[in-house]
């Protein structure tokens, strides 16, 4: 792989080198979106938490985002009154390495001059990432890869989904560390998913965490199915589920890990991203860049996302590889997609020669090429309230 | 040309379509001969053989629920005649309430 990647303090490396533009409370989001749009520079992106009420799980999410490897600085928005720890975050960006300043809308004297100060801040962030710049090789093994489904029909279970299950064989066989995820769509699927867990006490995590899922969706009152998955010709959860399983491989599950752990070592894990106890805060994520963000949160330096029906979206901070399933849909929306895996049902692919063109894809993107959703400008970026327990001692790969 | 359909699993009592098939198409691929009923959409399922009510639906060797209502070989399997044996799902006419 000829790449290079940009060296942080923690060790890890970055394939982008973004700077943050973060929002504290809704109250500052305005503010915070016209500091990016005035620096028009696609390397600066807007991010935040829009609640006032303090949030343990929000916390820990925009401590792992402002650390995340592909994050060279960070700019805080505040409006001044909301509970977030504006200090705490700063504090952290600061010993994660990285320069950091932080905008207070009340004290800065309102939203003008609040964004003048924005766009000097980002100005300074930018020059100090360029003074302490280190460039370094980049391989298979440094990145951190998720997957997720979106916008699925018939066709992603059979074409899109094992061919990035494919893909994700020969990522966690070079070292890479992988990440599925939405244990509500892997209801069903909890029997044969234990069966490839690397220790008992990891099987464990893996079946309650499926239960978990299935007592939460059924409190909500539905699945995880949206209509558009039953116009493309998903009939039940489970099936859905079926097809979503695939994504994750064949290769063994070495670990469960929740929205904001980082993966200890490298190989493939399943990311629990339903909320602990009783349904709190609604549904446990409310669309599909909710969980691009989490897996993000636990160092994802890029995000293999399939789809059928035809999802446009891309994300701040971490590039989005669009697979699609549905040859209909290449042809349709052609220009949003990165992989047509639907030339596997008309005959001219197979599912191993896509899950190789996914893989020199992620050595590409690694290496700057810009994917289709980045061209496009989409930076879509979700986060709200859930909350979850820490992950037990158990569902970690010990280090050797 | 791509065949009509796939069959995904040895057990599998439905097949998936690969392209939109027409009502009365005689489809013969995987083994499978059916006359399909209706026209079925891409990514959608016929039934391999008869399904009565009540019949679990098998697709990737495994379970994806039950048949709510009876199809014969080459009908549409779809939400209309079978339903999750899990959890309830949303259509967009529940969003329109």
Request: some cysteine.
């Amino acid at each position: 792989m000829q790449a290079l990647g940009y060296l942080r303090a923690d060790g890890r490396k970055g394939i982008r080198d973004i700077v943050i533009v973060a929002y504290l409370v809704e109250c500052a989001h305005h503010t915070a979106r016209r500091i990016v749009d005035l620096a028009d520079d696609p390397h600066v992106h807007l991010v935040g938490f829009p609640g006032c009420y303090p949030n343990d799980y929000a916390k820990r999410m925009m401590k792992a985002l402002v650390a995340h490897p592909n994050v060279g600085g960070v700019v805080l928005l505040s409006l001044g009154c909301e509970s977030f720890d504006r200090e705490g975050l700063a504090a952290h960006a600061a010993a994660s390495g990285r320069p950091v300043e932080t905008i207070v809308i009340q004290q800065a004297g309102g939203t003008k001059a609040a964004i003048a100060k924005g766009l000097e801040a980002v100005t300074r962030v930018r020059a100090q990432m360029a003074d302490k710049e280190v460039r370094v090789p980049l391989a298979l093994s440094d990145l951190v890869i998720g997957t997720i489904c979106g916008g699925s029909d018939g066709t992603s279970g059979i074409t899109a989904n094992p061919a990035v299950g494919r893909a994700f064989d020969r990522l966690v066989d070079a070292g890479a560390t992988c990440i599925f995820e939405e244990t509500g769509e892997m209801i069903g699927c909890e029997g044969p998913m234990a069966v490839r867990a690397s220790t008992p006490a990891v099987a464990d995590a893996i079946t309650a965490s499926i239960a978990k899922a299935e007592t939460y969706y059924r409190a909500m009152g539905y699945g995880s199915f949206a209509p558009g998955n039953a116009e493309g010709g998903l009939s039940s959860q489970e099936e859905k589920s079926a097809g979503a399983y695939v994504k994750s491989g064949s290769r063994p599950i070495v670990g469960v890990i929740k929205p904001a752990e980082q993966p200890t070592a490298p190989g493939l894990y399943l990311l629990d991203v339903v909320p602990d106890g009783p349904p709190k805060f609604g549904f446990p994520n409310i669309s599909d860049n909710a969980e691009i963000v989490e897996m993000m949160a636990c160092g994802a330096h890029l995000t293999l996302f399939t789809t059928g029906r035809g999802s446009v979206v891309g994300s701040a901070i971490a590039p989005v590889i669009k697979v699609t399933g549905n040859p209909e849909t290449w042809r349709r929306m052609g220009e949003d997609m990165d992989v047509n895996a639907g030339a596997i049902l008309e005959g001219s692919a197979t599912l191993d020669s896509v899950g190789a063109e996914i893989v020199a894809l992620v050595e590409a993107v690694a290496g700057g090429a810009e994917t289709k959703s980045e061209a496009l400008g989409h930076r879509e970026f979700i986060l709200t309230y859930k909350s979850f327990e820490p992950s037990g001692p158990g569902c970690m790969p010990r280090v050797a | 040309m791509a065949p009509a359909i796939i069959l995904l699993h040895a057990d599998d009592n439905v097949v998936v379509c690969c392209r939109t098939v027409m009502a009365g198409e005689a489809i013969s691929a995987d083994g499978v001969d059916i006359i399909a009923a209706e026209q079925v959409a891409l990514g959608h399922k016929l039934a391999r053989i008869d399904l009565p009510a009540g019949t679990k639906v098998i697709k990737y060797g495994a379970p994806i629920g039950s048949m709510t209502h009876p199809v014969k070989a080459g009908g549409w399997v779809h939400m209309h005649n079978m339903k999750s044996d899990y959890i309830s799902a949303h259509l967009r006419d529940a969003a329109k309430g």
